[in-house]
């Protein structure tokens, strides 16, 4: 297999890999996929604010199971959530891992958000600042960098 090294901000290596998904990732990635568009779908229709509260929490549930089930330990996608749950789920992930590792995070670019703004990278790009790295092959995927330890 052959790799190609690019260098992101502050000279951090990303390799551009070829990766081949086990059937069972994808379809449950496609899966996924026709479960986020149906929920979206009926986000469209005039339902009460309880009921599109209800349909919101169901999406971003169904992207975090996803990630307990399919995703590599070091990455978590992110397509789909809303911006809060996605911020709010990072957090709760390097909490709990102790960030001892890289933490690959895949955003998208936005094009599926209002005015193709790839709202959930800026928020992380803000709140984890000087941390985060973007992948100059794959703008839609960040690394996270882990803390370096105080001597």
């Keep these: 297999m052959s790799k190609n090294r690019s ?3 502050r ?16 379809a449950g990635r496609a899966s996924l996929q026709s479960k986020i568009k149906q929920l979206y ?4 229709k005039n339902f009460l604010c309880d009921k599109k509260n ?25 397509h ?13 992930k390097v909490e709990e891992r102790g960030h001892i590792d890289d933490l690959t995070i895949i955003t998208g670019q936005g094009h599926h958000s209002k005015d193709n703004q790839p709202v959930i990278k800026q928020g992380l790009l803000k709140k984890f600042r ?5 992948n100059t092959e794959n703008p839609g995927k960040l690394v996270l960098v882990k803390r370096q330890k105080l001597s």
């Design 41 to 44: 779908g009926k986000l469209n």
């Design 80 to 92: 789909g959530m809303t911006r809060e749950a996605a911020l709010d789920y990072v957090e709760k």
């Design 54 to 78: 209800s349909i919101i929490d169901e999406i971003n549930k169904a992207v975090i199971d996803w990630n307990a089930e399919f995703s590599p330990r070091n990455e978590i996608d992110l």
């Design 130 to 134: 000087s941390r985060v790295q973007v």
């Design 11 to 26: 000279g951090y290596s990303f390799e551009r890999v070829r990766v081949v998904y086990s059937p069972k990732y994808t």
């Design 7 to 9: 260098k992101g901000r």
